[in-house]
């Protein structure tokens, strides 16, 4: 059995975990997913829409602060009680606290910066980038769990319409667990949708040729209702901010729409963007990599075609 970690915010499971879940559930077998916090009962049942047959849910006032050390108490509860054999995360800094945790706690292995899943004489066997992203190598387990921490946005988080059966489970927490305690939680100021949940991302690369070329790239976006993301080059060199990098050291991200202005399309920017549902570049330069791999391809100064684009947008939508 799988199971699957789901990370909530204000009520709502995260996309992040969803698409893991989504991706477990398209392998077959049985997949499960966990929610742990105080009050979670209503947005655990969601995880039925995306492939679990079963949520577990841990509900208790002294999991209401997002700590990873009563989550690690958690779910070694979960998974002692179900049985898993694989148990999932998609990355984000809590996560990747709870599963070094669990790991630890349950001298299991964990795979980290996993960016595809599949089976092996129905043994889990996951991919992960190399040698600088170069290239992607199968990496397993010598033992159960079999604990993985997923690149974030690596899958799509691909509605079923099935239901899922809420269990509860109760969970001792040890006294070391819950000696920290949250004094306050700070959220980063923002308007419209993050480069982690938008549906449509437009990102812009030297192409783009200054700072304010990025105007470009924000009218398109506004104009489909998506987000702006960007490459590590113009990040940078300061055009736009490190929380909108996309790539190998930035983050992975899978929209329905990815729009790359003026990006050439190095291996390091497409390890971040290449599970986007359809791609489409524009660039002057017709022998840039990102042709290679995109699903439409425009030729062409993004300061002539972008505007174009927008403006078309905009009348379709009028």
Same mark, same amino acid.
């Given at each position: 059995?799988?199971?699957?970690?789901?990370?909530?915010?204000?009520?709502?499971?995260?996309?992040?975990?969803?698409?893991?879940?989504?991706?477990?559930?398209?392998?077959?077998?049985?997949?499960?997913?966990?929610?742990?916090?105080?009050?979670?009962?209503?947005?655990?049942?969601?995880?039925?829409?995306?492939?679990?047959?079963?949520?577990?849910?841990?509900? $208790?006032?002294?999991?209401?602060?997002?700590?990873?050390?009563?989550?690690?108490?958690?779910?070694?509860?979960?998974?002692?009680?179900?049985?898993?054999?694989?148990?999932?995360?998609?990355? #984000?800094?809590?996560?990747? $606290?709870?599963?070094?945790?669990?790991? !630890?706690?349950?001298?299991?292995?964990?795979?980290?910066?996993?960016?595809?899943?599949?089976?092996?004489?129905?043994?889990?066997?996951?991919?992960?980038?190399?040698?600088?992203?170069?290239?992607?190598? $199968?990496?397993?387990?010598? #033992?159960?769990?079999?604990?993985?921490?997923?690149?974030?946005?690596?899958?799509?988080?691909?509605?079923?319409?099935?239901?899922?059966?809420?269990?509860?489970? !109760?969970?001792?927490?040890?006294?070391?667990?819950?000696?920290?305690?949250?004094?306050?939680?700070?959220?980063?100021? #923002?308007?419209?949708?993050?480069?982690?949940?938008?549906?449509?991302?437009?990102?812009?690369?030297?192409?783009?040729?200054?700072?304010?070329?990025?105007?470009?790239?924000?009218?398109?976006?506004?104009?489909?209702?998506?987000?702006?993301?960007?490459?590590?080059?113009?990040?940078?060199?300061?055009?736009?901010?490190?929380?909108?990098?996309?790539?190998?050291?930035?983050?992975?991200?899978?929209?329905?729409?990815?729009?790359?202005?003026?990006?050439?399309? !190095?291996?390091?920017?497409?390890?971040?963007?290449?599970?986007?549902?359809?791609?489409?570049?524009?660039?002057?330069?017709?022998?840039?990599?990102?042709?290679?791999?995109?699903?439409?391809?425009?030729?062409?100064?993004?300061?002539?075609?972008?505007?174009?684009?927008?403006?078309?947008?905009?009348?379709?939508?009028?």
């Amino acid at each position: 059995m799988t199971l699957v970690f789901l990370e909530h915010h204000d009520g709502e499971l995260q996309k992040g975990g969803l698409g893991v879940l989504a991706k477990a559930a398209s392998l077959g077998g049985e997949v499960a997913a966990v929610v742990v916090g105080h009050g979670v009962r209503a947005a655990a049942a969601a995880a039925g829409n995306y492939g679990a047959s079963t949520v577990y849910v841990v509900d $208790d006032p002294a999991l209401e602060a997002p700590l990873p050390q009563p989550r690690v108490d958690a779910l070694e509860a979960v998974v002692r009680a179900s049985g898993a054999e694989n148990v999932l995360f998609a990355a #984000s800094v809590l996560s990747a $606290d709870v599963a070094a945790g669990l790991a !630890a706690r349950l001298d299991a292995g964990l795979n980290w910066d996993v960016t595809d899943l599949a089976l092996d004489g129905g043994t889990l066997v996951a991919k992960r980038p190399a040698l600088g992203d170069t290239v992607l190598v $199968d990496v397993g387990w010598t #033992s159960t769990p079999r604990i993985a921490l997923v690149r974030s946005g690596a899958f799509e988080a691909v509605e079923t319409g099935g239901t899922a059966t809420v269990q509860e489970v !109760a969970a001792e927490l040890r006294d070391y667990s819950t000696a920290a305690r949250m004094v306050e939680q700070a959220h980063e100021q #923002s308007s419209g949708p993050s480069i982690e949940d938008a549906d449509v991302i437009v990102a812009g690369g030297r192409g783009l040729g200054a700072p304010e070329g990025f105007r470009l790239a924000e009218e398109l976006a506004e104009a489909l209702g998506g987000a702006v993301a960007a490459t590590r080059a113009v990040v940078d060199a300061g055009w736009y901010p490190y929380s909108t990098q996309v790539g190998q050291t930035g983050k992975s991200v899978s929209p329905r729409l990815y729009i790359a202005l003026g990006i050439s399309g !190095a291996i390091q920017h497409k390890v971040g963007m290449q599970s986007s549902g359809t791609i489409v570049a524009i660039n002057k330069d017709p022998n840039a990599p990102i042709f290679d791999f995109a699903d439409f391809g425009i030729v062409g100064k993004v300061e002539d075609v972008a505007p174009r684009l927008a403006e078309l947008v905009r009348r379709r939508k009028a």
